[in-house]
């Protein structure tokens, strides 16, 4: 993916913010079923949101600060990420954020947290409280119930043992338990990438860094990037300046993160910054705002810089996240707890929940996790993780909305497009439909999970779940394909035969026409399927239907005019199948033209053998005719 911007690798291999606006993700999950929440354990509704790669929360800050706007409703958020360093910024994010306003203001939390969040160099004080925060969270890791005691809205419980003790080492190292700046060369480690991305074009960065604003990100719609801000962002690393600029000199460990490398034909650990120098956090919160007035232009050009519409974003998020964990939130949780006892603490109006790192494979496995989410959300550095296995986790109606690669400098539109549609693709084999009653975006693709058909057995049909509004019912074309290739054509199938399918026992002679006999199956085809004498009444009663049969076979099964002598000649008969009840009903294949006249009437036979043998008039003429003649050859048998 070579660029004229460089070698294309811009994005790097750790993302530490988020390459497309925050979202409500109440809005983009189904609306609430009153029957259903009526049954549910807690009174409160509950979503139950599965976020792959949020990297740095904004999805979940945003829809924690827009919950006033909507009724009440409790939260859980399922959190997974592809490296513990993610996990430990989700956590001192969410600190910050919820810290009590008696300890800090809102202003100096707005501004700690953007300086945390963008910026690779950090003032003193911020570094300070980073210590010390690290430091604390450090301590908590370790001491599961301590820390649901202090942080209530955090569970680390789904972890693994040694990933708890990988992101205590996280914090031990933010903390300073590794003194000196010499352990983190922020500085020369951006240095180094921007040389290593840019190549030959190194010298002439400020003229690649106008190129890609002004001819990129500009035209897929982020004008308000200001060309001073991105440009002091590619060449320190500093987005947001909200002091002067040589206060920032402390470099900032929250973007360091461990890699593999080969030196002199090992495999070694290395420690460095593998993020993004190429689009920058401008687009998370400082591209759109609620305010239009932030918007605005005079004489083409915008008023305000998108470090100024992401500092004032920042800082309403955090106001309107405070006064929503008001009394509103707390009365609602008590009614819900009913607790005994007076003085117990409030439950937090919602829960971040994270999981391992490998397990977007391995939750449908759990019953707690299979159909539970409401909404699942991958960003585009995730979506190879998008599986039918993941699928199985999403409730039949629930919504999938993706991030799509827009504001990725280093590819080009043809290539955006085949992105998207790649995106499609894999969605479609997930088990999701895309919504069509949406207004199309180029910033993410909104899908809607199809009726769950391995639900309550194989054979039952599909599950009608809730579909979105707006939307039209899921037709047969649209099912994934590895559902598609189980299961024949539904124009194959009758309306009867798809709701039930008959036994073998009330099938007519057009349908027995066209279901292979065992006196036409080849002997490998003859082995695999259970004779009519061998199978018990139960089994007899579930006899497979023809959903079930495979298209391979049903294509193979020879007509009646390929069938020569010598391979009637090689067909197992039935008393080879079956030698005890041989000696009670001849084959047909062993009886003379003037013994097979006489049929061994039904009296004759035992009450479960009765339910199982085919009455006569099932017989087709050609079958009776096919018969007649393959009994020619072990005629020299009957005695």
């Excluded at 990297?55 to 009724?71: E, F, K, S, Y």
């Excluded at 030698?579 to 006489?598: C, F, G, N, T």
Aim: glycine share 6%; charged share 20%.
């Amino acid at each position: 993916m070579t660029t004229p911007a460089g070698s294309g690798n811009g994005f790097g291999t750790v993302s530490w913010w988020g390459l497309s606006p925050a979202l409500d993700l109440q809005a983009e999950s189904p609306p609430v079923d009153p029957d259903s929440q009526s049954k549910t354990e807690h009174k409160i509704p509950e979503l139950d949101a599965l976020l792959l790669g949020s990297v740095d929360g904004r999805h979940m800050l945003r829809t924690l600060a827009r919950a006033m706007l909507w009724p009440l409703r409790r939260f859980n958020f399922y959190v997974l990420e592809n490296n513990l360093e993610a996990v430990a910024r989700h956590m001192l994010i969410f600190s910050l954020a919820l810290e009590e306003p008696e300890k800090m203001g809102l202003q100096e939390r707005s501004e700690t947290f953007l300086e945390l969040w963008g910026n690779a160099l950090l003032r003193p004080s911020v570094a300070a409280f980073l210590r010390a925060q690290a430091s604390h969270l450090s301590n908590l890791v370790p001491e599961p119930d301590r820390l649901e005691e202090l942080l209530p809205w955090l569970s680390l419980r789904p972890l693994k043992f040694r990933e708890r003790d990988a992101l205590e080492a996280v914090f031990r190292f933010w903390s300073g338990g590794e003194k000196g700046p010499e352990v983190f060369p922020m500085s020369r480690l951006w240095d180094s990438r921007l040389r290593h991305y840019l190549g030959s074009r190194y010298d002439a960065r400020r003229g690649v860094a106008d190129w890609d604003l002004r001819m990129k990100l500009h035209d897929r719609g982020a004008q308000v990037i200001h060309f001073h801000e991105f440009r002091r962002w590619r060449d320190t690393g500093v987005a947001f300046e909200l002091r002067d600029l040589s206060a920032y000199h402390v470099p900032n460990r929250t973007m360091a993160s461990g890699r593999l490398l080969s030196h002199r034909g090992e495999r070694v650990a290395a420690r460095g910054y593998w993020g993004d120098i190429a689009t920058g956090p401008f687009v998370a919160f400082g591209i759109e705002a609620d305010d239009k007035s932030l918007l605005r232009t005079s004489n083409g050009q915008p008023v305000k810089t998108a470090s100024e519409i992401t500092q004032h974003n920042v800082t309403e998020l955090f106001r309107d996240v405070a006064a929503w964990r008001g009394p509103r939130a707390i009365k609602g949780n008590v009614e819900e707890t009913k607790s005994p006892e007076p003085d117990a603490p409030a439950q937090e109006p919602f829960t971040i929940h994270f999981l391992p790192l490998d397990s977007s494979q391995t939750l449908h496995h759990k019953t707690c996790y299979r159909g539970r989410f409401q909404l699942l959300y991958v960003s585009c550095g995730m979506i190879h993780l998008l599986s039918p296995e993941l699928g199985a986790c999403v409730a039949p109606g629930g919504n999938l909305v993706v991030e799509l690669a827009r504001y990725l400098v280093d590819l080009r539109p043809k290539e955006l497009k085949a992105f998207s549609d790649r995106v499609v693709e894999i969605a479609q084999a997930a088990g999701f439909a895309p919504h069509t009653g949406t207004k199309p975006s180029e910033t993410f693709a909104r899908f809607y999970k199809l009726g769950d058909s391995t639900r309550g057995g194989g054979d039952s049909a599909v599950e009608s779940g809730p579909v979105p509004s707006k939307v039209l019912a899921p037709t047969p074309e649209s099912i994934n394909p590895p559902q598609a290739d189980q299961a024949p054509p539904l124009e194959a199938i009758s309306p009867s035969q798809t709701d039930s399918a008959p036994p073998l026992e009330a099938m007519n002679p057009p349908q027995t026409d066209q279901t292979p006999s065992l006196e036409l199956m080849s002997p490998p085809q003859t082995d695999q399927t259970l004779p009519l004498e061998e199978m018990s009444p139960p089994q007899a009663g579930q006899s497979p239907s023809l959903e079930l049969m495979s298209p391979t076979r049903a294509d193979q099964t020879p007509s009646l005019e390929a069938i020569s002598l010598s391979q009637a000649d090689q067909a197992t008969s039935l008393e080879a199948m079956s030698p005890p009840r041989a000696d009670q009903i001849p084959p047909l294949e062993a009886m003379s033209p003037l013994q097979a006249e006489v049929v061994l009437p039904l009296e004759a036979i035992s009450p479960p053998q009765a339910d199982l043998a085919p009455p006569p008039e099932v017989i087709s003429p050609v079958q009776e005719a096919l018969a007649m003649s393959s009994a020619i050859a072990p005629l020299k048998h009957v005695t």
